[in-house]
């Protein structure tokens, strides 16, 4: 019998951008579309380009550079401006459809809504409605799903398919459900809503209770074939459905599960290495499938006499994963070419003008460190080469520190264009350069996090520093690389402030009638 197939809907950049303090630019999320693409996913998520000039631009971006998958739009049930935005955004794209939704427990409908059951079916008709003016392709959410009424959720379920959604799907918005109420719910769906014949059903869940691979595949046990999930699980609080989880799940365990999907697994590794670095957001060492430890086996298992065989307590071969256990080191001669090509395997192609600039970096890398890794060149070209859009450059740094002095720095910066330095004196040396770049900049964010993480092995390997900044109520993320830890420091906490201002450039939300204000929370 034919394997089912089970199509994976990649939601990276819409839910999973709700990291707390992650702001990525147009130029970020584009890569990062791009990588997803040729993972091999069925359905991409481009966003949200209701909620703010910055989402519409960004969405219209990836739309012009990506094709392959399904590229999806979210719009707000009451809003026909977020249909036409979405609209405006995926035109020209030979594979699309849109995504709308209303909340299925009282909990949203009374809080977001302040409508009735019967009203909100309406509403879900309605939106089902403006979207079909449009595209026959619509996915219908219901938000809070399993803290709703079960017999409501089956209403919801029957005015979709009989007002033409094309896809049902299941959001577990808090992450409260169950396993056994999944299958429970699954199974009710499935008899009590009729004309499902043709209808993808499809779940959403978050990890709030670590349960969000463990629901969704609940889900896919009874049927389900279609999994909205994240890349390494990224997304508000604990995140949501981890896809690179969900697809090795169903490679393991093909012989109980008979599901394929269309990813390539050699993808899953440089994709969740890429997208880490390039939101901040950093695999724990014990992360399934793509963690630091997730290979390594401390219980020290009998060396077999053939190595060549396949360990015999290995379930998941790393090697399928596109983690490369000897990887090939590019020289530190290296021409332009070379590292062009080294760069395009490890999924970043740049285009002339980028190259040049990380070529030189990469010159500059060599000089200094005694063994080049894939991971010192990728996070060169994500620091150096696609970096936000700078209102403020860090141009030199000198800091004094020891056990007798007392610890200060000299920052010089350019501001809007204009060349200023100062000095500060602090409690260590990050401390006074954080000092005096506050001092430069006048402003004060308070730094809300501090990490420091080695990218590389070695005493000369690049430190990368994740500072989190915030102002008022914004915070952001900042992120900076460098072989000298209080340099990657204050690049990151420039990175930070230059976030600060791509944000507040951009607010998530644009102006909308009181009808139309309801949160995108699904
Ligand atoms: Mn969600």
């Excluded at 990728?378 to 620091?383: G, K, Q």
């Amino acid at each position: 019998m034919d394997a089912r197939k089970v199509l994976i809907f990649d939601t990276t950049l819409r839910d999973g951008e709700k990291v707390p303090g992650l702001v990525l630019s147009l130029n970020e999320k584009v890569r990062i579309a791009k990588q997803i693409v040729k993972l091999g996913v069925d359905v991409l998520e481009v966003g949200f380009p209701g909620a703010s000039e910055g989402e519409f631009e960004a969405a219209k971006e990836i739309v012009a550079t990506v094709s392959g998958p399904k590229l999806v739009c979210l719009a707000r049930p009451t809003s026909k401006k977020d249909f036409e935005a979405a609209w405006k955004v995926l035109e020209k794209a030979d594979n699309k459809g849109l995504h709308t939704f209303v909340p299925a427990s009282d909990a949203y409908r009374e809080h977001f809504l302040k409508k009735n059951r019967e009203e909100v079916l309406k509403i879900g008709e309605e939106a089902i409605g403006y979207a079909k003016k449009y595209t026959d392709d619509v996915e219908f959410s219901l938000v809070d799903t399993w803290r709703a009424d079960p017999a409501y959720v089956v209403n919801l379920g029957q005015m979709a398919v009989d007002s033409g959604a094309t896809s049902i799907n299941f959001a577990d918005t808090v992450g409260y459900a169950t396993p056994r109420e999944v299958a429970d719910l699954v199974d009710r769906i499935n008899a009590e809503v009729k004309g499902l014949d043709n209808i993808t059903l499809s779940i959403h869940c978050h990890n709030d209770l670590g349960l969000a691979v463990a629901n969704s595949l609940a889900a896919i046990e009874k049927g389900v074939n279609q999994v909205h999930c994240t890349v390494n699980g990224i997304g508000e609080r604990a995140g949501n459905t981890a896809l690179e989880e969900i697809v090795m799940i169903l490679e393991t365990r093909k012989d109980l599960y008979g599901c394929e999907t269309s990813v390539d697994l050699g993808e899953i590794y440089p994709t969740c290495r890429m997208i880490s670095q390039i939101t901040g957001v950093l695999i724990p060492p014990g992360k399934p499938i793509v963690g630091a430890n997730a290979f390594i086996y401390e219980t020290v298992v009998p060396q077999v006499a053939d190595v060549k065989e396949k360990p015999p307590y290995e379930v998941i071969d790393p090697d399928e994963l596109g983690i490369k256990k000897e990887p090939e080191l590019l020289k530190k001669d290296a021409t332009k070419e070379e590292l062009g090509e080294k760069l395009a395997e490890l999924g970043l192609s740049l285009n002339p003008e980028e190259l040049d600039r990380a070529y030189e970096a990469f010159k500059e890398l060599a000089e200094r460190k005694e063994t080049v890794f894939d991971e010192d060149i990728e996070s060169l070209v994500v620091e150096e080469v696609l970096k936000v859009p700078a209102r403020y450059k860090l141009l030199y740094l000198s800091v004094s520190a020891g056990s007798i002095s007392v610890p200060n720095a000299t920052v010089q910066m350019e501001v809007d264009g204009q060349i200023i330095q100062d000095a500060a004196f602090g409690r260590g040396p990050v401390d006074a350069t954080f000092k005096t770049i506050q001092k430069i900049v006048k402003r004060k964010p308070k730094l809300t996090r501090y990490l420091v993480n080695a990218i590389t092995a070695g005493t000369d390997a690049l430190g990368e520093v994740v500072v989190g900044l915030q102002e008022d109520d914004l915070i952001v993320m900042g992120r900076g690389i460098d072989s000298d830890v209080v340099m990657a420091s204050a690049k990151a906490f420039v990175n930070g402030l230059n976030k600060m201002e791509l944000y507040r450039k951009a607010p998530p939300v644009s102006e909308f009638t009181e009808e139309e204000v309801f949160a995108p929370i699904l």
